[in-house]
């Protein structure tokens, strides 16, 4: 058995995430040994019985599942954060995750079991990566590797028996969560780019392209209600999960929401302006290069929330002596200069951020998001915009499933955005073209944790990061006495 100092430089070479050559480096520029052979001897005898497996069908590595769970299970720290929560319930909820990202210009996919019921959930900590592959993200890569570790199978596995943890027994509630790419390429439905104006491009209500360019504009208030189920995609890989325990990642929601409001202000100037080139140069700022098709990112999102973006359009729009009429679903209207309707359009965006990022949302969190939803509609009609997938998601589905699930934040892609950087180092400081490597670094990770050689670096819960201290437009410039739409019907 290695003894502690070994260990201890073990510890100290893992979490430092530097190559063996980077070791040598260090060790020899301060004249110390490098105990490379030994620290290696010592990695294997901890992981031993732990390490991952090749994947067959494409370049990747696995974790074979039911023993995978068992371990996460067991694994103390999980044990003792699951603890610190108050519960008034016997479920255990679990989530399984996927996302697509580069590295060194290579496509990696990566997928991931979250357990939400523990302290500071969003950490990269609670986002235990079980299989990676270096693929494009598409439906038969996906299937490929999914079919290969039997993803499938463990969802069904799963869903059959209940667990006893620190001597309380649960019930265990499964569901998935992705970005929208993510999400429809699960399911093996078409992209949002499809040419056909009949494709379902909408997998929870079914909607095609020819309604969201036009016939939503019938009743722009009407809600969306979820109406397919998973026999309506048999070519989807989680066959064993009902269809409405899936859910549409509200981070990238909410950020593909400000990107298309955006885009929509942006076209809607007259063309080869000083106001639209300043406009396009401001929102620059938080996307380099940001066109239709460069999107904005989760990161530019969160800065321009940070920003004091009202000041800005108050400069820009104020000088617009043009004034419109917009109509609510009740018939009342509402006279409003430019200014005034952009800023309105733009902070309903900030009110679906500001929820997603609230934890334990109460009843009354719900009413401005139900205001911010009518006032987007009620825009974008009045400009006769299209609504693309997404859009439509967000003002309809994504918060039928909030409200059914208490919140949005369970949804949050955040601990795979950190995981995603973790697996990054990990293939940065193991062999580039061996990704067992890269697995079997996090699972040394997790044995050196169990042993109290290391303490986790707990990320505090997400805050909001919009800027209190600017002038809320919503409560300025939004008329409350419209009736809003119904989502109980």
């Known amino acids: 058995?290695?003894?502690?100092?070994?260990?201890?430089?073990?510890?100290?070479?893992?979490?430092?995430?530097?190559?063996?050559?980077?070791?040598?480096?260090?060790?020899?520029?301060?004249?110390?040994?490098?105990?490379?052979?030994?620290?290696?001897?010592?990695?294997?005898?901890?992981?031993?019985?732990?390490?991952?497996?090749?994947?067959?069908?494409?370049?990747?590595?696995?974790?074979?599942?039911?023993?995978?769970?068992?371990?996460?299970?067991?694994?103390?720290?999980?044990?003792?954060?699951?603890?610190?929560?108050?519960?008034?319930?016997?479920?255990?909820?679990?989530?399984?995750?996927?996302?697509?990202?580069?590295?060194?210009?290579?496509?990696?996919?990566?997928?991931?079991?979250?357990?939400?019921?523990?302290?500071?959930?969003?950490?990269?900590?609670?986002?235990?990566?079980?299989?990676?592959?270096?693929?494009?993200?598409?439906?038969?890569?996906?299937?490929?590797?999914?079919?290969?570790?039997?993803?499938?199978?463990?969802?069904?596995?799963?869903?059959?028996?209940?667990?006893?943890?620190?001597?309380?027994?649960?019930?265990?509630?499964?569901?998935?969560?992705?970005?929208?790419?993510?999400?429809?390429?699960?399911?093996?439905?078409?992209?949002?780019?499809?040419?056909?104006?009949?494709?379902?491009?909408?997998?929870?209500?079914?909607?095609?392209?020819?309604?969201?360019?036009?016939?939503?504009?019938?009743?722009?208030?009407?809600?969306?209600?979820?109406?397919?189920?998973?026999?309506?995609?048999?070519?989807?890989?989680?066959?064993?999960l009902p269809l409405h325990m899936r859910r549409y990642d509200w981070m990238h929601g909410s950020t593909l929401l400000l990107h298309h409001c955006l885009m929509n202000i942006y076209l809607d100037f007259t063309p080869r302006t000083v106001q639209k080139s300043t406009f396009f140069k401001f929102v620059e700022k938080f996307r380099k290069n940001w066109s239709i098709k460069n999107l904005l990112e989760p990161i530019g999102m969160k800065k321009w929330w940070t920003s004091d973006w009202i000041r800005y359009f108050e400069k820009i729009f104020n000088n617009n002596p043009n004034h419109h009429s917009i109509t609510w679903s009740d018939g009342n209207t509402w006279i409003c200069s430019i200014c005034q309707m952009w800023t309105l359009l733009i902070d309903s965006c900030r009110v679906y951020y500001e929820f997603a990022y609230t934890q334990h949302p109460n009843q009354e969190d719900f009413i401005p998001l139900y205001y911010a939803r009518h006032a987007i509609c009620s825009i974008f009609a009045f400009k006769r915009w299209r609504l693309d997938p997404t859009t439509h998601f967000m003002l309809n589905e994504a918060i039928i499933y909030a409200i059914q699930d208490n919140g949005a934040y369970h949804t949050l892609q955040e601990s795979v955005e950190h995981a995603n950087h973790d697996v990054k180092e990990d293939c940065r400081c193991t062999s580039a073209r061996d990704l067992t490597e890269a697995l079997n670094h996090q699972e040394l990770e997790r044995r050196l944790m169990e042993l109290n050689y290391y303490s986790a670096p707990i990320e505090q819960e997400l805050e909001l990061t919009y800027n209190k201290h600017s002038t809320i437009a919503f409560a300025k410039y939004t008329p409350l006495a419209f009736t809003v739409a119904s989502f109980s019907d």
């Open 1 to 240: 058995m290695a003894t502690n100092f070994i260990i201890n430089l073990l510890v100290l070479k893992t979490f430092s995430h530097c190559t063996w050559k980077e070791w040598r480096f260090l060790r020899r520029s301060n004249n110390e040994p490098v105990y490379e052979h030994r620290i290696r001897e010592c990695q294997k005898q901890l992981i031993k019985g732990y390490s991952s497996c090749h994947l067959r069908a494409t370049h990747g590595a696995y974790f074979p599942l039911q023993s995978f769970f068992q371990r996460i299970l067991d694994w103390k720290l999980f044990k003792h954060q699951l603890a610190l929560v108050p519960s008034n319930h016997n479920e255990l909820h679990i989530k399984i995750s996927w996302d697509g990202y580069s590295h060194f210009h290579q496509k990696l996919e990566s997928w991931y079991m979250i357990f939400y019921d523990v302290l500071h959930s969003q950490s990269s900590m609670h986002a235990h990566c079980f299989a990676i592959s270096r693929m494009s993200e598409s439906s038969v890569n996906f299937q490929t590797v999914c079919t290969e570790i039997d993803l499938n199978g463990f969802v069904q596995w799963l869903q059959s028996f209940n667990i006893s943890i620190n001597s309380q027994l649960y019930q265990i509630n499964l569901m998935t969560s992705a970005d929208w790419i993510g999400f429809i390429v699960e399911l093996g439905a078409p992209r949002p780019g499809t040419r056909s104006l009949t494709d379902i491009v909408c997998p929870s209500c079914g909607c095609d392209k020819h309604y969201l360019r036009h016939l939503w504009l019938e009743h722009p208030w009407g809600v969306k209600h979820p109406q397919l189920s998973i026999a309506n995609f048999p070519s989807a890989t989680i066959q064993s």
